[in-house]
């Protein structure tokens, strides 16, 4: 079964609202629709004319934002060699982690626990894959809730970024890289979500993989805690600038690509 998409487009709007710091009175005063069609649409009365007319005002792209609103569009579902992702239930929500291989050596790098490593450790068993690594996006507790029973299944060592903090891990900072088989892994920093989110680019396989954490979301993005004004600025630099063909896996919601999210994502399509 394939996973929804984590944000509606009222979840986007509401986003780029408290990003910006726009509340519904600026917004329709900005944009010219009035605060009743404005919180109409919040309660599922779909206007593509005042969808239009409001994304400029929150920065966002106005015709990605009504097809995702008329769910016009669904990312495609990806299989990779050398892929797997885990979706575990935390609380109300779905959590994805990630395990990436070297097909030919079968070393392993996991990427998060999410709520259970359950399956990731029985996957790895099923096949015959070691993990060497445990990389940690951020450590937000749906990302690492079960960090301590992964890492004592497989004994391998455990980085996050120096900004954040979790059991047992060693602190990096961006540009750090990894060598697990004939896998590179590279971390960039892009935070603005978490103090200290990272994004692990990994090449090696058929195509290129970024683990994006929250950061980036199909047709979304995590929403900026910290900095929403940097939050989107290092997604368009750190992680959009990668070749179109880059598998996206984010941290909620289903697998993307490079190419979708720059022709779809209201935030960063152009």
């Known amino acids: 079964m394939a996973i929804p998409l984590e944000d509606n487009f009222t979840d986007i709007i509401g986003k780029a609202q408290r990003g910006l710091g726009i509340s519904d009175s600026q917004l329709a005063e900005k944009s010219g629709a009035s605060v009743d069609r404005i919180r109409a649409m919040r309660d599922g009365k779909i206007e593509r004319a005042t969808i239009e007319r ?39 929500i779905q959590v994805n982690a990630y395990l990436v291989w070297d097909p030919e050596s079968k070393d392993a790098v996991a990427f998060d626990s999410g709520s259970s490593c359950s399956a990731m450790l029985e996957h790895a068993k099923k096949n015959g894959l070691t993990i060497r690594l445990i990389l940690l996006t951020h450590a937000h507790p749906d990302h690492v809730a079960d960090l301590d029973r992964l890492a004592k299944a497989s004994g391998a060592p455990i980085h996050i970024s120096s900004q954040e903090k979790a059991p047992g891990a060693q ?66 630099k750190k992680i959009l600038t990668l070749p179109d063909a880059t598998v996206l896996c984010p941290g909620h919601g289903p697998l993307t690509t490079v190419a979708e999210e720059k022709k779809h994502n209201p935030f960063f399509a152009r």
Do not use: C
């Open 54 to 92: 409001i994304a400029p005002v929150l920065q966002l792209n106005g015709p990605a934002l009504a097809d995702l609103a008329e769910e016009k569009f669904q990312p495609n579902e990806i299989q990779l060699e050398g892929l797997a992702q885990f979706n575990t239930p935390y609380h109300d």
């Open 171 to 236: 602190p990096i900072e961006e540009g750090k890289n990894f060598t697990v088989g004939n896998l590179q892994i590279e971390s960039r920093l892009t935070w603005g979500h978490s103090p200290g989110g990272m994004t692990f680019v990994v090449r090696g396989l058929e195509r290129p993989v970024a683990i994006v954490g929250d950061s980036l979301f199909a047709r979304s993005m995590g929403g900026g805690n910290v900095s929403y004004e940097a939050a989107v600025e290092n997604n368009l």
